[in-house]
């Protein structure tokens, strides 16, 4: 009997160790940060949020925003939340704040001041609904970049371009050369992103407002954004040879010199950062492709499903801390190749990229995106289009820009 | 015996008829319930939820405008007419083939069965390396010396739905094999003995008699290869997820996606309603004639 109490005092003393500290709470977190660049950088999170007490159980969904929203929305609608979630902060999950499914987080924004140390000041918009705020937003992510690999450009014999209308002079170059001119995945999300940038460079930030923002279906069919798709017609040319799907894979061609180039938001950085390559000296990044240096404000951000559990509403709120502190919002946002939310941490060591992205931001030319102005079902309707558009040679530029005024038409 | 001292037809095999209690509460209520509510909210303007605000026709006028839609149709039947033709005659073949009383007759089927155990995820992975022009197929044969050697139905839009319908035929022929061989042994030795001394020859005898006493086991394979057919979804998702751009769109994927990406609930049950009424379509006639013709004779 006794020999048998002790073995089992003996098992509870061992195990303790293995169960951490006694006020450890578990809060699941998911998001869709995948790749080589971005598990790095989620990591810095979790080490962050662990340091609290608390334990963060990693839920991640591979296969980019658009796989994983579709489960973490049925997850949280489903009646199985989880304890955190990443969405674009936006309209994304408009639907659910208005259900009451998302925690409000606007008393402890209020005693944390977040008004005061977000910065620029539309992210916490795009996290307010009625007033009051259901998000952390954790970073900038834009868009409008341009990633241009120099060894390519060595190999074509054509000196690295300065903006979008060089590079489309060069691509005959580069295709002689054996080199994809414009890199671009067969994911739907890319083509659309790819003309939505293409909208902001080549037609200016109003065109962009007039078409998502006003939803001013004249102005979309009309000869200004018929410019665009005359743009859009040469990045498709300049992209067909490409044959893969994920944007990290597409990237990948970049940074391996197989492809001149890429239109892709600043979360590419992380991959050229994990391959090991230098801004300037092994790739050229051109916010705004050169012609309309602007920031996008999209970017990620947490919501906090409505729980019952206390422990775990707790834990939240820790976390929601943790995602703005400071520290942590440099070590993340150094690994992710993204902007942090806010104007008062130091990024000395910010590598020529970033630091072109944070001077354009100290000068204030940012933009709302997408992510903000347009539904998702719109949002849909757009990628169905471009990824149709970019995938066949055939269909004409006025027949695209047709059907793109119709959308523009009838979006919400 | 007076009448009243019948059994109650209600009564017969009455442990039977509770015993399949929780089957048929389970067919009112979520298959017949759930497409019954599923039509229903189709008529509404539901977003991420379903919200019993009534547009009328509207989500089916979008739905019958939207090119991708439109796309999709087009894909399911070629790629429906293909598979069922395809599936049923090489199932026949191999089946008939077997059949000839050949050596490591197990050993065959075994292999031409295996794929099925395959997921249609596993599969469309598996082929979508196959196809893939540096990786796969086209890159071996070049890498033999054919330079000029092209095969790359995954990236061209023409072709595609062809590409998928490779992947499909691999998987699904073994188990259509197995059930035509199945209604090959059992058909009477008797027959083909008696075929044989009328002097009929062997193809003649497959297709005239043989052919036409399975038909039990065609209606059979016809059933689950149809099933198969409406449903195709993770076999597009793996091996193109759609694209090139929209080109190998099929109709379960629209509904999945506008369903819970694109957050319309109603765009999404308007499509899975015309997926519904043409399986209903074909199912219809097809029920009435088989079972309808039972009562006659």
Known sequence: ?412 | MSKSERPNQLFRNLNAKVASIPMVLTALVIFVGGSAWTVLYSFTNSKLLPRLNFVGLDQYYRLWSTPRWLVSIENLLVYGVLSLVFSLVIGFILAALLDQKIRFEDTFRTIFLYPFALSFIVTGLVWQWLLNPEFGIQGVVRGLGWESFSFDPLYNSDIVIYGILIAALWQGTGLIMCLMLAGLRGIDEDIWKAARVDGIPTLKTYLFIIIPMMRPVFITALVIIAAGIVKVYDLVVAQTSGGPGIASEVPAKYVYDYMFFAQNLGQGFAASTMMLLSVVVVIVPWAYLEFGGKKRG
Request: glycine residues 10%; aromatic residues 8%.
């Open chain 1, 1 to 412: 009997m006794r020999y048998q109490f002790m073995t089992a005092a003996l098992a509870v003393t061992t195990a303790l160790p293995f169960a951490g500290p006694a006020a450890a709470t578990d809060l699941e977190v998911t998001h869709w940060w995948t790749s080589g660049g971005e598990a790095a950088a989620v990591a810095e999170f979790a080490k962050a949020f662990d340091a609290t007490g608390n334990h963060w159980v990693d839920g991640a969904i591979a296969g980019s925003g658009g796989t994983a929203r579709p489960i973490m929305i049925s997850r949280i609608t489903g009646g199985d939340p989880m304890g955190a979630t990443q969405f674009n902060h936006g309209r994304q999950a408009e639907e659910l704040v208005q259900a009451g499914l998302m925690r409000d987080l606007t008393e402890l924004a209020t005693r944390d001041k977040w008004a005061e140390i977000v910065q620029p000041k539309s992210l916490l918009d795009g996290c307010t609904l009625d007033g009051k705020i259901y998000c952390v937003p954790v970073n900038i992510h834009s868009w409008q970049w341009l990633w241009l690999s120099n060894a390519a450009f060595e190999k074509a014999g054509v000196p690295v371009p300065k903006n979008w209308n060089e590079y489309v002079a060069a691509a005959p170059a580069l295709e002689k050369a054996g080199i994809i001119p414009l890199a671009v995945g067969g994911q739907p999300w890319q083509a659309s992103g790819a003309f939505d940038v293409l909208l902001t460079a080549v037609g200016g930030t109003d065109a962009f407002l007039k078409v998502y923002r006003d939803k001013d279906a004249e102005f979309a069919a009309g000869p200004e954004v018929a410019k665009v798709f005359k743009a859009a017609d040469d990045a498709r040319k300049m992209a067909k040879n490409t044959n893969v799907q994920d944007w990290n894979q597409a990237t990948n061609l970049v940074i391996s010199g197989k492809a001149g180039g890429q239109i892709m938001g600043d979360w590419a950085q992380g991959e050229f950062q994990v391959a090991g390559q230098t801004a300037g000296k092994d790739y050229t990044c051109l916010p705004g492709l050169g012609l309309n240096e602007v920031i996008a404000t999209g970017g990620d951000a947490f919501y906090f499903p409505l729980l019952q559990d206390a422990e775990k509403s707790k834990a939240q709120e820790a976390l929601a801390k943790t995602l703005l502190d400071p520290k942590t919002q440099v070590a993340f946002n150094l690994k992710k190749g993204s902007l942090p939310v806010r104007g008062d941490i130091d990024l000395k060591a910010a590598n020529d990229c970033m630091k072109k992205g944070l001077e354009i931001l100290a000068k204030g030319s940012v933009m709302p995106w997408t992510d903000q102005l347009l539904s998702q079902d719109t949002q849909k309707q757009k990628e169905d289009l471009f990824s149709e558009f970019f995938a066949k040679p055939d269909m004409t530029v006025e027949e695209a820009q047709k059907r793109f005024a119709e959308i523009v038409a009838s979006a919400d």
